[in-house]
Each structure stands twice: as structure tokens, then as C-alpha cells.
């Protein structure tokens, strides 16, 4: 004899697992590509779409609905608590993702459809018709609307999305076990085949569960405020591009390297002091910059002619390719015909030798480890000054002077101790915070009187300012950084720790 | 594999019955490429079989001076010679490239050392070696101490050594994480008794332990150290925690390929002392390059080559008088096995003493008795390029890697140094047989072949990377068959080691066991001292004064 309330409850439950892998697919979907009106929609479109061609499809199952009932729910299960994971982990495959999302989409909602219909049939011989469709819609809406409750306000916070995912997966699968027994009687053949089925998915999902902290960190899950728009990961760095109402922001291994709201805050101010002392720059070097940002603001110069970008990474000046909006941000600056990339350490390539620059603007990101610790040392100055005419200018990206002060100090004692005349500068970047620089050159830098028109942040009077500093940012005693002590990523670390 | 060995039995007998324990199951042998890369032992095995080779009549030339052995000492003293205008002699060398234990290698990527690495930063007291690195460009002034400061490409980059210690990367050589506060009182104490032997001065004003040895205190507190064995002092001074006691066994292993049991106390102390300039002081900051003391050897090569002959066996050195005048006629075999001689004036002898009884004729009847005291120590040297660039747990990588559960002394990493952090690493990774009996050790080494020796070098590397049989894709190996000095209690400061340094016939020592300990240094000063020697004999104006060679304040 098979228990109908027993059977209202498999209705209930596998009325909130569908919704839940509906809103989690959407979630999902507008996280990765953002627009979350648009991914939605499609999301929930599609769905309840196959929902329907799953309906369809119950048609098809002449007999036996108890035993395919209790497959479709381990398939759900399985597709279903995998889902998350597998979505998350495609993140990053900018191509594949979007198949990836509506075959998921489509998979589990075309399971979900045979649901409902399966369980009908095989409360059929319960109930009359009137009823039987009654209470079975009613419970399908109650399950609907727990889901929707439960999933913003318990499920995403408490949970997060994987482990949300797994456990209805797992949910689904125990109602396949549970299914085995309870529905026995319309099952002639096969249990021992569907409860092994059954267990082994609920303990796939069990491990999945219990390795989920594994899974959210490959999956980078929470490590970002904003949608994730873009991901690579390339031998040097993992690049994030995430995107929110206020533009797209750039992270390098996790760590801010501009905002497409306020990033001309910081590249005038590392462009134009230099760029404005150096009368007439020709040939101007940047060493780091592959986001092409501040070659923007060098081509504006019309005397200069040639420009040579060193950045150690291909993924990074070649970022524009694959997400265009940063080619709009950059103004196309890798095409202009003036400007020469080398992707190669920059240390290794200032080895070398060459043709003077008139300027150069040292933009590599924050000394958090060695590898980039050692790009702010004396060796890197003084090989740097080798490859400059005697008056050329320099400009240096140096960190914050007032979360990391002594590191910010610490790179400009280390340019002095090269042999550089340093006028130290800071200016408010809001996605950083406040900003440092250093205007340096081995002889005297007069500060400019002139800058380009049409800048959007510095003018003459901007300029004096940022040559202020305030009592909580001026100078510390500290070390010089060098390649045999890297002082500067020990600061950089015990100071950084703070903010964190 | 070598014959009769299971590669159980083998990794048993290298690596001692602990290790094994965690090489149950057979290991997958290596896949990579890879060979067994010189010293030359046909030749050298011929010279020490003592060849019968005459040669011909009209095979015979003359030079003043012939210099026999291109390793740090040989080429010290012609580079002693070119400087003061000497350029009558001849440096013959066995192997087809110069350097000795100090030679270097060339990958596609970064040059790498075969074995000596690093040069202390010399103290202003040691003015030929001073006056070598002026000479290539290395110092860029003096301190206001008047010490000479090295120019930080020349430094060895930070962070300079790691420890890999229970699965993960520590910065530094003594292990800090989960010391107690005894270890840490133990440690403080250590560097004070170090401090105090730094501060240490006899009646002369001499320092305790100096560089050259020779520059250092013949007083009785001092040399008496001589009599015990580091472990010995240690337990007299009551020092029982662990990690001390590992940093001063792998300082011996390191420095000497001894255990602390079988290290002379002054040798022990020497290698902590000789190189800091104030009590107290940090130790003098080290010099290295990729290829290691092999840029030390190209720059010596550089200024000498004209006159050097590769791939040249010495097989016989003999004296004789000619109008009451030492002579030395010697004997040569080149590679294509022809025969050649020289007529010299003087001959300095820069190959190890060991050699000595296979080569001048009559050491060959009469061996002299201070030769058995010169116990040398055998190493393996693998070179590894490693493809993978995974971060590592804790710690990244640093130029001195160490692995603090091995025998093995860890890697050095020629690309870090070259400032690569990325892409294939270049690893040298050393493993100094501290066998009681060196002869067996060394027949031990021979018997490995490369299978083996890959064996050895990656089952020990494995327990700090776990994937390393599949990350490197070339491995080759030098066995050191005589490697370094080993200065075992008694033999510093036991009269064979300056019996060792007395000219014979014409015949002028120079080579690093004469200090009783392997270091450029050493090698450097007696090349100095020989080229000094025979410049007077001579009757050459020496460059050299008495001077060069300060006591050290």
C-alpha cells in the first residue's frame, strides 16, 4: 500500500529543489555576465520552457511511472546539485559558459517538468481527479513560494550558492532512496540498482559538500563585491574584470588595479607631472601599465614618437581583445603605431641596452611579493636611469602613503639612494584611497607650468596641491630597499595587514 | 642500476635506514633526460694508475713556471703572475674546462653552478682578494668602516635561504616556527659564544678565525678547539635543543660534508665566526651569481687563457738539480693520447695533495707520510630543470632551499638569482656523502649510475614537492669523488697540513686542502702564496708584499 501524504511531501520537496536550481542558474547567470534584468529573464524563460517539453515528454512513458519518477528525481540530483559547481567552475571559460549555463538550464528544467506529471499518475489511483490535481498544483505553488523565501534570506546567506546547490541535490537523491521504499509496491524490478544509483549521487554530493570550501576558492566565490564579467588566468596572474553600476574595475591576483569611474584620477596624475617637465619628450618608456591606461595619456603629447611599453605579461596587453570595453577606456592606445609592447620582465629587458627615452612612467602593481618587490629596488632605479638621457624625468607608481606609509616613504628613499632627485606627490583616487607617487630625475625637476588641455582632473593649482602632504602621510625613517633584503614587501605586508 | 644493488639496498646505504622508512613501495623511476657529466676519470684514473709515458725527443719545451691543475688555486696564481708582468709559464689541466670544484654549466635558460656557489663578501684585511673583485667590477666602495661593499647585483638576492620543515616553506635557516623559549635562550647563547670567539684577539692582535685561514691565531685557546669535535663542544657547553644542533650539523654538512660528530670544533666555529666583522655583527652579506663561483673561474680563465692547455694530464712531475739549480721536468698526456714535456724552473703543484704520490716521481717510492691525513669527501651534484613554476607552500622559493628531515642539502636556484620568477627553474641540488670512510663512500658514489642517482636526488626532493617526477624534464648529475678537504678533529692544526706546505725540489703546493678546509678563499690565498714564492725564485720584484696578507683586526 503505497502512503499518499507521504507522496505530498515528495510533491512539496521537489516543488522548492526545482525553483531553487531555477534561481540559482539566474543568480549565477547574472553574476557571471551581469545585466541581471536580461539573464533573469532568459533564465527563468528557458526554464519553465523545458518544464513544458519535460510535461510533454511524460506523455511518452507508457508504464512504469513509479520507476521513472524515482530515476528523474536521482538525474535531478545529480544535475541538479552539481549545477553551482559546475557553472562556477566554467566562470572563467568566457566561451563556454553560456552553453554550459542553458544546457544546465535546460536539462534540469525538462527533469523538473517530468515531475509533477509522474506523481500525479502514480497518485491517480488514490484520489479522484478533481482532488488529486487540486492538492498536487496547490502543494507545487507552497513549495514554490518556501523556495523563494528561503533562498534569499537563508539559503545564499548562510550557505552560499554551492553548498545550496549540493544539498538539494542531495535533497533530491534522498527522495529518489526514500523513493525506493515508499513507492516498493509499484516497483517490481531493479531497487537494488536504483538505491545504488541513489546512494552513490548522495555521496558524490556529500563530498562535494564536504570539500566545498575547496570548491568556493577555485570557484573565487565572495572574493569580489561585483559581478565577475571576465577571468584568466595566464602564467604570471590570475585577471579579474568585475563590473557594477559604477563601470568595470581590474584585479590582478586580487588586488584593485584601477576603476573605470576615477582610474583618470590616477593616470593624469602619473602622466602629466612627468610627461608636462619633460620638454618635448620623443621617446617615452613605460615599464608595467599593460592595461594601456596610461598610454593613453602619453599619445596625447604630440612630440612624442615613440613609446615602449614592458610589461611581463601577453594576457595583460592583449586584455583589450578579449574585453573591448577596456579598448574603449584606453582609447585604442596598443594601435597606436607609435607605441612598441615587450613582454618580458623588466628588469631582465633594462639588462639590455638601447637608445635613450627622454620620460619614463614606472606603473607596476603594488611590491607584494618578491618577483615584484625586486622591481622597486636600487638595482631596478639605477639600471633604469642607465637606459635615460642625463635630464630625463620619471614617474613612479608608489603605493599609498597613508595605509602603507612606510612602504610609500621606503620607495622614495630607495629612488634617492639611486641617485634620483625626488619630489614626492599624492593625490585621492576614491576606489584606492589616497595615492602616492614620486617625480624623479638626477637632476633638479622644475614642476611644469603647462599641462594638455582637456584633462579632467589636474589643472595648475591641482598640480602645486598634490605636492602637499598631510602630518599623517610625511616621511618615516625606513630602509632602503635592495635586491638582497626586499625590505620594501616586508613593510608593504605588516602595514597592508592592517586595512585587510 | 648498479649491479647487485636493489634500488632498496641502494637508497638504504645513501640515505641512511631513517629515510627509508618513507620509501616504502617502489618509487617510479625518472623520466626525464638526463646524463652523468664529468670529471674526467679514464684520464685521471690513468694518471693515478701511474702511465708509463715518455715523450719523444722533439715533444720536449721550456717555460719558467708550469702550473699544474685549472681549479681556483691554479688559476689564482697565473692570474698572480699576469698581474705582475710574469708571463713565462704554462697551466696545464686535466679536465677539457677550467674551475675545478668551482666549474659551472649553461642550460638554454641561465648558467649553473657544478659546485661552489657563494663568496662572503671578504673583510678589508684581504687585500688580493679585494684587489680580484675591483678588478671585475663587483665592489662599488668601502663603508665608512673602510669594509668593501658589494654592488646588490652581486648579492645574493633576499629571501636567501628557506626551510621546508613537516609540509611547509619557512624564510631562513634556523628553524623559527615552533621554537620555545629555550631553543630561543639556546640560540641567543650560541651567537653570544660566537660573538665572543669574533671579538676574540691574541698577543699579535690577530683575529681567532680569519680568511685566510693563515691570517688567523696560532694561540693555543684557539687552536686546542682543533682537538674536539663540533658535537663535543656543543655538549661541553651544554647546548641540547634540537634545531641548534640541526643548524650546526647542516653548517658542517654544508661547509665540509661532515656530520657535527665527525667536524673539528675550529672548523665548526670557523664557519661562523671568520665571516663577521664586529661581535655581534651580521655575518658578511654573500656574493653569488647564477653560475656561481664559476663567474669567480671565467674572469680568472679570462686573464690567464692564453697560456692555459686543457684536457692535459700531468702523469709525472720530476725534479732534478742542473747547476745547483731545482729543476722540473714534466710529463704530459693529452686526451688523444699523445705525449708531451715541459722543462720548468718551478712548478706550482695546484692539484690536491692526494694526487701528489701518483705524480712526483719520488713520492712514488717514498710516499710522504703527512699525505694520509688529506681525507677528501665525496658529493653528488645533480642540476635539475624543473618546468613547473607552482607556488609552494608558505615561503616562495629562495636562492638556498633546504629540507630540514634530509641528509641532502637542499638546491640552489641559479634563475632566482638571475631574477626569473617565472617560467622553468634551473636547481643544483647537493648531497655530501658523510660516510666515516671516505674511500668507501666514494666507491659507493662510482657504483651509482644515473638512474640511480636521479633515484636519489628526486625521492629526496619529493617530500617537498610531490609532483617533482613529473615536473623535471632534465636532470644531470657530477659525482665528486674527492669533492672537498675534510677537516676532522686533529687535522687543522696536526702538524701534516703544514708539512703538506713545504716546497719541495722546485716544487711550490698550492691547492685549498692546504688550509684543511674547501673554500675560494683558501684556494685564492694559495695561489697567491705560491705565485709569491716562485715570482722570488725567480728573482722577480714581487708585487706582493707582506702587507697583502694583514692580520686581521
Keep these: 500500500m503505497v502512503r499518499t501524504p507521504a507522496l505530498y511531501i515528495n510533491v512539496l520537496v521537489v516543488a522548492v529543489c526545482g525553483l531553487v536550481y531555477e534561481l540559482l542558474a539566474g543568480t549565477l547567470a547574472s553574476y557571471v555576465l551581469g545585466d541581471s534584468v536580461t539573464q533573469f529573464s532568459l533564465v527563468i524563460g528557458l526554464y519553465l520552457s523545458a518544464m513544458g517539453v519535460g510535461a510533454w515528454l511524460s506523455g511518452y512513458i507508457d508504464t512504469h511511472p513509479a520507476r521513472a519518477f524515482i530515476e528523474v528525481e536521482i538525474a535531478v540530483g545529480l544535475l541538479g546539485g552539481l549545477s553551482a559547481p559546475l557553472l562556477f567552475l566554467s566562470f572563467t571559460k568566457q566561451f563556454w559558459f553560456h552553453p554550459i549555463l542553458y544546457a544546465v538550464v535546460f536539462g534540469i528544467g525538462v527533469l523538473v517538468g517530468l515531475e509533477l506529471p509522474l506523481l500525479m499518475r502514480i497518485l491517480r489511483d488514490h484520489l479522484n481527479f478533481k482532488d488529486l490535481v487540486s492538492r498536487a498544483l496547490a502543494i507545487d505553488y507552497i513549495g514554490a513560494l518556501v523556495a523563494s523565501l528561503l533562498f534569499p534570506l537563508l539559503l545564499v546567506p548562510q550557505l552560499g550558492l554551492i553548498r545550496t546547490s549540493l544539498l538539494f541535490g542531495i535533497l533530491n537523491a534522498g527522495i529518489a532512496l526514500w523513493g525506493t521504499w515508499a513507492l516498493e509496491p509499484l516497483l517490481s524490478r531493479g531497487l537494488t540498482g536504483m538505491r545504488g544509483r541513489a546512494g552513490f549521487v548522495i555521496l558524490l554530493l556529500v563530498v562535494g559538500l564536504i570539500k566545498s570550501e575547496y570548491l568556493t576558492s577555485l570557484a573565487e566565490d565572495g572574493l569580489y563585491a561585483d559581478p565577475i564579467v571576465f577571468a584568466e588566468s595566464s602564467p604570471y596572474q590570475r585577471i579579474v574584470i568585475t563590473s557594477s553600476t559604477a563601470g568595470f574595475q581590474l584585479f590582478l591576483n586580487g588586488n584593485l588595479q584601477f576603476s573605470s569611474a576615477d582610474e583618470y584620477r590616477y593616470h593624469e596624475a602619473l602622466v602629466h607631472p612627468v610627461l608636462s617637465a619633460a620638454v618635448g619628450p620623443r621617446r617615452v618608456l613605460v615599464l608595467g601599465g599593460g592595461d594601456g591606461l596610461a598610454l593613453r595619456e602619453i599619445l596625447r603629447y604630440k612630440s612624442v614618437e615613440h613609446v615602449t611599453l614592458v610589461d611581463l605579461d601577453p594576457a595583460m596587453t592583449g586584455l583589450t581583445k578579449k574585453f573591448p570595453p577596456l579598448a574603449n577606456l584606453n582609447g585604442n592606445s596598443f594601435s597606436d603605431p607609435r607605441v612598441t609592447v615587450v613582454n618580458q620582465d623588466a628588469m631582465i629587458w633594462l639588462e639590455a641596452s638601447g637608445e635613450p627615452f627622454d620620460a619614463a612612467i614606472v606603473d607596476f602593481p603594488d611590491p607584494n611579493n618578491y618577483a615584484l618587490g625586486k622591481l622597486y629596488t636600487t638595482r631596478l632605479y639605477r639600471l633604469l636611469a642607465r637606459r635615460l638621457t642625463p635630464n630625463a624625468p620619471v614617474s613612479v607608481q608608489c603605493t599609498s602613503p597613508l595605509f602603507a606609509r612606510q612602504s610609500y616613504w621606503c620607495i622614495i628613499r630607495t629612488l634617492e639612494a639611486a641617485g634620483f632627485q625626488v619630489r614626492p606627490y599624492q593625490i585621492a583616487v576614491p576606489s584606492f584611497g589616497v595615492w602616492g607617487f614620486a617625480l624623479a630625475s638626477r637632476r633638479p625637476v622644475e614642476l611644469p607650468s603647462v599641462l594638455p588641455d582637456n584633462l579632467r582632473f589636474l589643472d595648475s593649482a591641482t598640480l602645486k596641491a598634490m605636492f602637499v602632504f598631510s602630518v599623517d602621510t610625511g616621511p618615516v625613517p625606513v630602509e632602503i630597499n635592495r635586491l638582497d633584503n626586499q625590505s620594501l614587501v616586508h613593510y608593504y605586508e605588516s602595514e597592508w595587514k592592517h586595512w585587510n | ?553
Design chain 2, 1 to 553: 642500476m648498479p649491479k647487485g644493488w636493489t634500488r632498496r639496498e641502494m637508497l638504504g646505504v645513501v640515505l641512511g635506514a631513517p629515510l627509508l622508512a618513507g620509501c616504502q613501495g617502489q618509487p617510479p623511476a625518472a623520466k626525464c633526460e638526463g646524463e652523468i657529466v664529468g670529471p674526467n676519470y679514464v684520464l685521471g684514473h690513468r694518471v693515478r694508475d701511474g702511465a708509463a709515458v715518455v715523450p719523444p725527443a722533439d715533444h720536449w719545451r721550456r717555460a719558467s713556471v708550469v702550473i699544474v691543475g685549472g681549479g681556483v688555486a691554479g688559476l689564482s696564481a697565473a692570474w698572480r703572475l699576469e698581474r705582475a708582468g710574469f708571463h713565462d709559464y704554462v697551466l696545464l689541466e686535466l679536465e677539457k674546462a677550467p674551475g675545478g670544484t668551482s666549474r659551472s654549466g649553461q642550460s638554454a635558460r641561465v648558467a649553473f653552478p657544478w659546485g661552489a656557489h657563494y663568496l662572503p663578501a671578504p673583510l678589508k684585511e684581504n687585500g688580493p682578494l679585494i684587489e680580484l673583485l675591483d678588478e671585475m667590477n663587483v665592489l662599488e666602495g668601502r663603508d665608512a668602516d673602510g669594509q668593501p661593499v658589494v654592488a646588490e647585483q652581486f648579492l645574493c638576492r633576499d629571501p636567501q635561504e628557506r626551510i621546508f620543515y613537516r609540509g611547509r616553506w619557512y624564510e631562513g635557516l634556523y628553524l623559527h616556527a615552533g621554537a620555545s623559549a629555550a631553543d630561543l635562550a639556546e640560540l641567543q647563547a650560541f651567537n653570544a659564544e660566537i660573538a665572543k670567539w669574533v671579538a676574540w684577539r691574541d698577543g699579535k692582535g690577530r683575529r681567532a678565525f680569519a680568511l685566510p685561514v693563515s691570517a688567523g691565531s696560532d694561540d693555543v685557546e684557539v687552536t686546542e678547539l682543533d682537538q674536539l669535535s663540533m658535537a663535543q663542544w656543543l655538549d661541553r657547553k651544554a647546548f641540547t635543543s634540537p634545531r641548534l644542533r640541526w643548524l650546526v650539523d647542516y653548517a658542517c654538512r654544508d661547509d665540509y660534508g661532515l656530520r657535527a660528530e665527525q667536524t673539528s670544533a675550529w672548523a665548526g666555529l670557523f664557519y661562523f665566526a671568520s665571516r663577521v666583522a664586529k661581535p655581534g655583527g651580521e655575518a658578511r652579506p654573500l656574493m653569488t651569481w647564477p653560475e656561481g663561483n664559476g663567474r669567480l673561474v671565467r674572469h680568472l680563465y679570462e686573464a690567464v687563457k692564453d697560456r692555459v692547455q686543457l684536457g692535459t694530464a700531468v702523469v709525472e712531475l720530476i725534479p732534478r738539480r742542473e747547476q745547483d739549480a731545482d729543476r722540473v721536468d714534466v710529463v704530459t698526456l693529452s686526451a688523444d693520447g699523445a705525449a708531451w714535456g715541459w722543462h720548468a724552473e718551478q712548478v706550482i703543484f695546484a692539484a690536491p695533495q692526494f694526487v701528489a704520490p701518483h705524480v712526483i716521481r719520488p713520492f712514488r717510492s717514498e710516499r710522504p707520510k703527512h699525505v694520509a691525513a688529506f681525507e677528501y669527501g665525496s658529493w653528488l651534484v645533480a642540476n635539475l630543470t624543473r618546468t613547473s613554476d607552482v607556488p609552494d607552500r608558505g615561503c616562495p622559493v629562495a636562492w638556498d632551499n633546504v629540507l630540514y628531515d634530509s641528509l641532502g642539502l637542499g638546491y640552489v636556484s641559479a634563475t632566482f638569482q638571475r631574477g626569473f620568477d617565472y617560467g622553468p627553474a634551473q636547481w643544483t641540488y647537493f648531497f655530501p656523502f658523510c660516510d666515516e670512510h671516505p674511500k668507501a663512500a666514494r666507491q659507493k658514489l662510482l657504483t651509482l649510475d644515473w638512474a640511480a642517482c636521479a633515484e636519489l636526488v628526486l625521492g629526496d626532493l619529493q617530500r617537498a614537492h610531490p609532483a617533482i617526477r613529473t615536473e623535471v624534464d632534465r636532470l644531470d648529475v657530477m659525482r665528486w669523488g674527492h669533492a672537498m678537504i675534510r677537516p676532522r678533529p686533529g687535522f687543522i692544526w696536526g702538524p701534516e697540513r703544514r708539512a703538506a706546505q713545504q716546497p719541495y725540489r722546485g716544487i711550490h703546493f698550492a691547492n685549498t686542502d692546504l688550509s684543511g678546509i674547501a673554500l675560494f678563499e683558501e684556494a685564492f690565498y694559495h695561489g697567491q702564496r705560491a705565485a709569491g714564492e716562485v715570482l722570488a725564485a725567480q728573482g722577480w720584484k714581487t708585487i706582493l708584499t707582506p702587507s697583502s696578507f694583514a692580520p686581521h683586526r
